[in-house]
């Protein structure tokens, strides 16, 4: 948080809206602007966002949903919740990354959504992905809770499919605390997204049903939920969004720090990206060879390191494999998942802290 950031939402607290008000709309714009200019719909959640993309893409019981188990289980988890059923396309060795020739061959009549995650912040292959949802007529979902700010072709993460989901929790690119949002390409799908996250309340009195009651009528269509983002967090959104563009700058300098120091090491293998892509490093996963990689996770947090792993498989989860998905179904994902190491990055972490963290697994790889 910076002094501005703190500022601005004070500024809010002194003002009249909390919520449902004009700084809404504001976070809203900015997000749909840097997303190519398609309409946002904020959330408190990535979770709800997501919830919110696949209600209003009108997934339910019967469709299938093609999507990748290196994620957070949110990405598949709200689709299941609609009574959708999960399809797992492997991922590529070197990128973790959905692999679109897998995804070609899962696709079927029922495919409704085939939503990909930009896994640490690296854009999926998305002329691929479109061009074969597109001959199945299925929806595109970017689950881009790690990539606000990246570019795949020099077009921005948003506008690269016809649905994109955002998450702002303390720990991805930017923040408003608890929060998220949505884009849709198809104005109709935004708009029934908004009704979701906003207790399906029709207020346009042209669509009403009922047209007797007077000037206070409001009227619901479609079940919906809460999940509304306040002023206060948008607020907060607003001046983050502003200081995207730096926290880019200085995650790519860490990352080029790390792979200046890591990428003739033996032991490790440092992440890869596609030349077509311009991303914003939320992670940097290493991968741990030679069955180490508890191993260097232990010491290096022993020695007050944060390192992460990101992630289980999602279909390893008791939920799924209690509905009968089985380990071994996508070996690329389980091999990743098998060796990943995720070093500290955000971009208030030093270059002295940089190599403090490169000497820690140095000398836990010793
Ligand atoms: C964080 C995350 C989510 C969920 O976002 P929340 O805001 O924590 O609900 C979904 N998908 C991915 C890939 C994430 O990293």
């Known amino acids: 948080m910076s002094e501005e950031d703190i500022a601005e939402v004070a500024e809010i607290l002194r003002g009249d809206w909390l919520t449902t008000g004009p700084t809404v709309a504001a976070f809203e714009a900015e997000i749909g602007r840097l997303s190519g200019g398609h309409r946002a719909v904020t959330s408190t959640s990535g979770t709800a966002a997501l919830h919110m993309a696949y209600a209003a893409a009108g997934v339910g019981a019967g469709d299938e949903v093609i999507s990748t188990p290196m994620t957070f289980i949110a990405t598949t988890s709200m689709a299941s919740i609609l009574g959708a059923k999960i399809v797992f396309a492997d991922v590529e060795e070197d990128t973790a990354l959905i692999d679109p020739v897998l995804v070609e061959s899962l696709v079927t009549e029922r495919t409704r959504v085939v939503a990909a995650v930009d896994y640490a912040g690296h854009p999926a292959d998305y002329d691929a992905l479109n061009s074969i949802a597109a001959k199945a007529g299925a929806l595109v979902l970017d689950d881009a809770a790690h990539s606000i700010g990246s570019t795949y072709k020099g077009r921005p993460v948003g506008d690269l499919a016809d649905l994109t989901t955002f998450s702002f929790f303390p720990t991805k690119n930017m923040t408003t605390g608890e929060g998220g949002a949505m884009v849709a390409k198809d104005a109709a799908i935004a708009q029934r997204a908004h009704e979701f996250h906003f207790i399906g309340l029709v207020r346009d009195s042209a669509r009403f049903e009922i047209t007797s009651e007077g000037p206070w009528h409001q009227e619901v269509h479609e079940f919906g939920v809460n999940y509304r983002l306040t002023d206060v967090a948008c607020a907060l959104g607003l001046a983050q969004l502003r200081r995207l563009d730096a926290f880019k700058k200085r995650r790519a300098e860490i990352t080029q720090r790390y792979n200046d120091a890591l990428e003739s090491v033996d032991g490790i293998r440092i992440p890869v990206q596609r030349d077509d892509v311009d991303p914003i490093r939320h992670l940097y996963p290493v991968r741990v060879l030679d069955g180490r990689r508890r191993e260097v996770f232990d010491k290096m947090r022993a020695d007050g390191v944060g390192v992460q792993v990101n992630y289980m498989p999602v279909y390893w989860h008791p939920v799924y494999t209690n509905a009968g998905y089985r380990r071994g ?19 208030a972490l030093t270059d002295s802290q940089v190599d403090q963290v490169v000497e820690t697994l140095m000398k836990a790889l010793q």
């Open 329 to 347: 179904m996508c070996p690329n994902a389980e091999a990743f998942y098998a060796e990943e190491l995720s070093l500290p990055i955000f971009p």
